[in-house]
């Protein structure tokens, strides 16, 4: 089993059907703070709370300014009052694994602000994401769908990027070689050889903008065959993310590459491993004990034929107390709607509150300084998603996203 080139085209049709249907309901940026109410749902503060119904959560100036009992809570005056009677609220989603890489992304910074809007409607935000990371794309291009998205120009998530990934040497992954990426593209990826080289390339990445390093610690250079980073060059560049407060992802795919993954000190694997030949419980464990969070992206895997070991393993790892983060991998595949992914996690054993803390809890304290996300409580960002049904009564609802609301803006509605 690999990293799956062929699921992009399997997950076309689908992918049209949900951009045009998305696009029917684009949203413009809403410029300057609003005053939300949202009165009457059942809110569930975090994964480990009490629900609290008929509640009130009030969101000003991008943040969450109350949280209560109707009857307790009083709305101000000309606030926007969505009427929530009937569902769920929770705090936002974070997608941790995405991709800006598609053509439709080319030319961010100078794309018409609607057209971008809708895109990220189709792709993320109506589905519940007010943050994404992206594991890899365009540096500058990225950046500048961003800053548009963070001055208010373009309605969208908040976006945490790796950049460009680095790669072994002679190390880049065949899928990429094989026409989805310009050959002159392919040819400027860093693959360092020197422990000097990948300290500069991490510094290039942060200089330009990247808010996360990630490293190729076991690549696909053939099918069939994983390259593993050498230890002392995946080292160096932790050691330089880590100086300058960044955490490090890594795509592992195997065990020779997690066994690379660990030593390095790397905080996230970006996948669950695909080539399960050779992974035995002590790697679980030692990543543990390193307190590594896995992205298990099973949406991957769910048809493949190694699918039980894959699932096993994402089993294994949360009974072991491990983090996991949500992530799908979307970008590098077509298939924006993200039923598929919660439907395999169910599968792979968690419950609704573990799905929903690694949409929200888990990677707020991971990634967020102050941990100013996860929840939904009074003064932190007001991200926050309403759902159409109760995830403990089946986690399916997280896919009936009624609306999305990032810093306090409404960034997708389908109301009722």
Known sequence: MMHNPCMARRVLCLAAVLVAAAAAQVLTAQPGPQTLALVGGRVIPAPDATPLDDAVVLIGNGRIAAVGSRTRIAIPDGSTVIDCRGLVVVAGFQNSHVHFTEPQWNDAATQPAPALTARLQAMLTSHGFTTVVDTGSFLQNTVALRRRIDAGEVAGPRILTAGRPMYPPDGIPFYLKDGSLPPEIVRGLPQPSTARESQAAVAANIAGGADVIKLFTGSWVERGRVLPMSAPLAAAAAQEAHRHGRPVFSHASSPAGLDVAISAGVDVIAHALDETAGLTPEHLTRM????????????????????????????????????????????????????????????????????????????????????????????????????????????????????TIGAGRVIFQRGR
Request: charged share 25%; hydrophobic share 45%.
């Open 288 to 403: 543990r004990q390193r307190k590594m969070a896995l992205i298990p992206t099973l949406t991957l895997f769910a048809e493949d034929r190694d699918a039980p070991a894959i699932f096993k393993e994402v089993r294994d790892y949360a009974a072991l107390g491990g983090d996991l983060l949500f992530g799908t991998d979307v970008g590098f595949h077509q298939m924006y709607d993200p039923r598929l992914e919660f439907a395999s996690l169910v599968r792979a054993g968690l419950s609704w509150r573990q799905v929903l803390a690694s949409l929200t809890t888990v990677p707020a304290r991971r990634l967020e300084p102050g941990r100013a996300r996860g929840r939904v409580a009074r003064g932190l960002a007001g991200d926050v998603v309403v759902l159409g049904g109760d995830p403990a009564l089946d986690p399916l609802a997280f896919t009936d996203v009624r609306w």
